[in-house]
């Protein structure tokens, strides 16, 4: 905010202090503690039709995919979906678990739309980041109406968008398979029964007695 001060002078002599205060009409800032820099998550899907032998995917259909695989990145977060019958999907999963991605349950929603013998796999990638950030655009230090500044929350938020493995994350949380991986949750415990108690191998001898000196 900016403050202009004139001094224009009256028929009578005397001196009007005219305030013409810029910028105080403007829309008023973020009043509270939520930060209105908030992620925003992008979907891009890439698709690539496959020929099928009956329930098979040829060899050469195969390599073709595990080359787009590789050409497109395929890691981890993105999704993958396939068409056809569970050998077909299955076919598809063990190329994606090349690249540590495992292929959605649900179906690819295009498959009635194909042709007999097409196998459709597409891979939804998200990316997460905060939009007009880092933001500086106020110069100034000074809120009348004790506002937050234009980029508060673009550090915390932008690193959210930054660090989360799966964008989609960000829209609806995790989901629970339902299922406990028991070796893992007994391997904590495990490992606290196979360490050998303190006083297994006897207690060590320690003197009483004072040094030589004495």
């Known amino acids: 905010m900016t403050m202009d001060i004139a001094f224009t002078p009256r028929r009578n002599g005397t001196l009007a202090l005219a305030l013409l205060l810029a910028g105080c ?16 998550v992008e979907q891009m899907t890439h698709t690539l039709d496959l020929a099928s ?36 999907r299955g076919e598809v999963a063990a190329i994606a678990a090349r690249h540590g991605v495992v292929l959605d349950d649900a179906p690819n929603a295009a498959a009635p739309a194909l ?7 597409s891979v939804v990638r998200s990316r997460a980041y905060v939009p007009n950030c880092p933001n500086w655009s106020d ?10 500044s ?19 994350h960000l829209l609806h949380g995790a989901r629970d398979t339902g299922t406990t991986e028991v070796m893992s949750a007994t ?3 495990a490992s606290y029964r196979a360490i050998e108690p303190t006083g297994a191998g006897g207690l060590s001898a320690v003197s009483s007695q004072g040094g030589s000196g004495e």
């Open 187 to 189: 391997k904590a415990i």
């Open 53 to 88: 032998a009956g329930s098979d995917i040829p060899a050469l259909e195969e390599a073709r995919l595990a080359a787009w695989f590789g050409t497109i990145g395929l890691a981890a977060g993105d999704h993958v979906t396939a068409s056809g019958d569970p050998r077909q």
């Open 150 to 168: 234009p980029g508060f929350g673009c550090a915390v938020n932008g690193n959210l968008a930054a660090m989360v493995a799966d964008p989609q």
């Open 25 to 40: 009409s403007s829309t008023p800032g973020n009043t509270s503690l939520n930060s209105i820099r908030q992620p925003v």
């Open 115 to 121: 042709a007999p013998g097409t196998v459709r796999v």
């Open 139 to 148: 110069g100034s230090t000074t809120s009348f109406d004790n506002a937050t």
